[in-house]
Nanobody, 127 residues
Framework: QVTLVESGGGSVQAGGSLTLSCERS????????MAWFRQVSGKEREGVAS????????YYFDSAEGRFTISQDNAKKTVFLQMDSLKPEDTAMYYC????????????????????WGQGIQVTVSS
């Protein structure tokens, strides 16, 4: 059983920064993508950033481009999301996900492609 544990969330004022971490409990056979999603109550879960576990290729949601940076430490089985210049509209529950056989690009934001999910962590940005 593989578990993902997120940490680093919290409350911050607009313009501030937070770094989320997601640690896997074990290696996943065939794992090829890690991603961060977010969800606001009453809305669909949306992709924020993804990274190929093999090549390091990254992909970002439009509003995250230039503000967020996804990275990974494969030896530590951990993926990070550095979030800068945070805006109130970034307020959401953030989820880490791990997938097998995930295609690149916008396909990496398809929720159904990910088998493993974290419990989520709240990020609140006040104006």
């Amino acid at each position: 059983q593989v578990t993902l544990v997120e940490s680093g969330g919290g409350s911050v004022q607009a313009g501030g920064s937070l770094t989320l971490s997601c640690e896997r409990s074990a290696y996943v056979d065939g794992l090829n993508y890690m991603a961060w999603f977010r969800q606001v109550s009453g809305k669909e879960r949306e992709g924020v950033a993804s990274i190929s576990a093999v090549s390091g290729l990254t992909y970002y949601f439009d509003s995250a481009e230039g503000r967020f940076t996804i990275s990974q430490d494969n030896a530590k089985k951990t993926v990070f999301l550095q979030m800068d210049s945070l805006k109130p509209e970034d307020t959401a529950m953030y989820y880490c996900a791990a997938g097998v056989g995930v295609p690149t690009g916008h396909f990496s934001f398809d929720v159904w492609r990910y088998k493993y999910w974290g419990q989520g962590i709240q990020v609140t940005v006040s104006s």
